[in-house]
């Protein structure tokens, strides 16, 4: 089960997730909500790239901290094929080595 409990996520001072608490049992879930609201911030502290400003996120009752997830900062080098993935719809990980 994946919890989330009390979590906030801010950028320097603005604050992008607020006080979100929610609970995933196994099954299939989607996320809809408008552009800017933090889907992609939320999907990013689940899959542990960023972590909560404040709060928890528990992975079968252990903080994702706890379990050696690391935050991951991009590189310049992810930033830039990220962005071609998205420009041609397909991935050409050569291209990101310059």
Known sequence: ???????????????VLKEIDLTFEK?????L???????TTLMKMITTLLFPTS?????EGQNIKELGAVEVRPTLEDAFLYIYRDEVGRDDSTLASF
């Open 1 to 15: 089960m994946l919890v989330l409990n009390h979590v906030n996520k801010s950028f320097q001072s603005n604050a």
């Open 27 to 31: 099954g299939v879930y989607g996320l």
């Open 33 to 39: 909500s408008p552009n800017g609201a933090g889907k």
């Open 55 to 59: 709060g928890e996120i528990l992975w």
